[in-house]
């Protein structure tokens, strides 16, 4: 096969590998019309359509004593209404900050997480706000770190105040796991369209040599994909890993990580690994986790 037939073929496939749908929990309010945004942007990037999910649960009112049963009942009614309202309100937004591409409009009164995690089925990417943008109430505002480990989607998490993502520069944070095998199948589609990939590992001084025979075995598999894929790695102690996957990031023009998503379930409670974390903790560019 000749060097331009073999170009013409890998293009081909690349365009094949694509995020048909993504998903987006839609609430009123700027932070989720930026999280629509960036979902409907991504949709037309990829010849796809985005998914807007309406998603809110009734919070149990607490009583405050034996006979507060008619207020309960009173506050409920209260609740209802305020939630249908919001989930109207929510899809009139959704409908406007979608325009213009192709979109399916879903709703449920159910827990963000939970609601995000079942319709994720219907998915190939999800699209969610940094922890920095959501509130804490469980019950009208979706934890990308819980959707992450129970979806079995990948999930990309926008920084506050995101600007569109290029991806033209993207950093694969390697480690040699399965989560890690799993982001880089998981993030093909941007891969593939990227101008630069730099497979990073951050690992200590007497771990380099096996670090660099791996990252040179990713970097080389994303090649003969089509991917323009390089290997680097840096030493660093461990408490460091996202900091200087943060500093790869910015001395690189790269406004995308590719990373696994490491953690476990202990007590109803999702306990996270240090790099996830901090990562979710404030996130200076889009991330890309796959669990």
Not at 47 to 76: F, H, K, N, W
Not at 158 to 167: F, I, N
Request: glycine letters at 6%; a negative charge.
């Amino acid at each position: 096969m000749s060097q331009t037939h073999e170009t013409e073929s890998v293009s081909r496939a690349a365009a094949a590998i694509r995020y048909d749908s993504v998903l987006v929990h839609v609430e009123p309010g700027l932070a989720s019309s930026r999280r629509v945004e960036i979902a409907a942007g991504l949709a037309r990037r990829f010849g796809g359509r985005v998914i807007g999910l309406g998603a809110e649960a009734l919070e149990p009112p607490t009583a405050v004593d034996p006979y507060s049963g008619q207020l309960v009942a009173e506050l409920v009614v209260q609740m209802t209404r305020q939630i249908e309202a919001d989930l109207k309100n929510a899809e009139q937004a959704f409908a406007r900050d979608a325009a213009g591409v192709q979109s399916e409009w879903r709703v449920t009164q159910a827990t963000p997480n939970r609601a995000l995690a079942a319709e994720a089925r219907a998915a190939d990417l999800i699209v969610m706000g940094a922890q920095a943008e959501r509130s804490s109430n469980v019950y009208r505002s979706a934890d990308a770190a819980e959707v992450v480990m129970t979806a079995g989607r990948p999930v990309l998490v926008a920084p506050a105040g995101a600007a569109h993502l290029k991806a033209e520069k993207i950093i694969v944070a390697w480690k040699d796991t399965r989560e890690s095998r799993r982001a880089v199948a998981d993030a093909l589609p941007f891969l593939l369209r990227a101008d630069e990939v730099i497979v990073q590992a951050v690992c200590a001084e007497d771990a380099a040599e096996a670090c660099e025979a791996q990252t040179q075995d990713v970097a080389e598999a994303l090649r003969r994909r089509g991917v323009p894929a390089r290997a680097n790695v840096t030493t660093a102690p461990e408490a460091s890993v996202a900091d200087e996957l943060l500093a790869e990031a910015a001395a690189r023009g790269a406004d995308l990580i590719v990373m696994g998503a490491y953690g476990h379930s202990r007590m109803a409670e999702w306990v996270f690994g240090g790099v996830t974390r901090t990562a979710l903790a404030d996130p200076q560019v889009y991330l890309l986790l796959s669990h």
